[in-house]
């Protein structure tokens, strides 16, 4: 009897541990499926530095969600550069610190004073592109979910601290990841360590003072692919014929990026504790504008010829300017693009036909081993892919059985 129980108990053990390991074969299954779409990337020598990650969504009678995920070419520690992507961990943070100081008065939308303590660091006393003309936490994160602005990013980082940005990183998880500089700027060294003094304003009102803060440590990891290439533009515009470098660079890898993201959809498949400190607002924000189009925004207004709709939602729609719009599908999504890398984090949901799923995916193209020149095969293997891939993915879902339809009503946002 005691024999027959122990095996039982090995049979649940297996079957748990088989039911928690990430099915690698899919994915792979599908794009062969598809040669028409699929074979230059799966035929090409690196297939292209290609990683993806597709997590299926299943709802109980309660509308709880659980998740079963399939990877392909998944490798941790073979570095991408994860460009823009970071930008939607600094939008979470940037809000749980508000929360967390609980200075009275303070809110997102106070107004936000970025002043200078070291060498390179610039002053921010102003947004023009805001109703009231002023920075605010809640109008960066605007600009760095409709379009990805860089700056924005900039002063959400000086404002979490990098110490700060990494120790939340590793509560939450994703210990294979780390976020060490500004963007675009060219932060390096000890100008990344330092981050600028800032004071928040109801008004003339001083709210909160933050003084200059310095972050001494390195968080090191083990990664290859570091070393790239033949050559590269160096910031003169001069060629120069060496491997480029990675290290020391941002990383963010394609599990941790789509933990992030389900943390954030679906706090309720976690414990209490494991959630994020958001509040209802908190999330409203960030739903409304990481699903909300360009040409959709007021404050701030786009030119479309330069911010399209379907400018930020590259699974699915590519970067096609002219995409026929799917009215009944909203993406909520950080996309990233850099040295030849294009990168997108997802969550998918039609209203119209129940469906939802999250896709995070990575493809890079550069065939001349030339780095930081601007020249990537972006139009005519980057996006294609990830275009191919959501939208295989989508109609995969379309006609996937679901014991429960999901109740997606937490997900409609007024966009006017």
Known sequence: MLKRYYLFTLFLLSNAAMAQKTDTVFLKKLMESKPELFSGILNHPTKNEVQIMYTQVNRDKNNKPSFTTYSYNFNPVHYFYPASTVKLAAVIFALEKINEL??????????????????????????????????????????????????????????????????????????????????????????????????????????????????????????????????????????????????????????????LMKRLMMPEAYSRKEQFNLTTDDYKLIYTYMSKLPTESDYPKYDPKEFWPTYAKMLFYGREKNAVIEPNIRIFDKYGDSYGFIIDNSYFVDFKNKVEFFLTAVVQSNEDGIYNDGKYEYETVCYPFMKNLGRSIYEYELSRKKEHLPDLSRYIMNYK
Do not use: C, W
């Open 102 to 259: 609980k200075v009275p008065g303070l809110t997102a939308n106070s107004i936000m004073i970025t002043d200078t303590a070291f060498k390179g660091q610039t002053k921010v006393t102003e947004d023009l592109s805001a109703a009231n003309g002023k920075p605010s936490i809640a109008h960066y994160i605007k600009k760095v979910l409709l379009t990805s602005d860089n700056d924005a990013y900039n002063r959400l980082f000086e404002f979490i601290g990098r110490a700060e940005i990494n120790a939340k990183l590793k509560k939450y998880g994703m210990t294979e990841s780390r976020i060490l500089n500004r963007l675009a700027i060219g932060d390096g060294g000890e100008r990344e360590k330092n981050t600028n003094p800032i004071r928040f304003y109801n008004g003339d009102q001083l709210i909160y003072s933050q003084a200059p803060q310095y972050d001494p440590k390195d968080y090191p990891l083990k990664l290859t692919n570091l070393i790239v290439g033949i050559g590269y533009m160096d910031s003169n515009e001069q060629l120069v014929n060496k491997p480029y470098s990675f290290e020391n660079k941002n990383v963010f890898t394609v599990k941790d990026q789509q933990s």
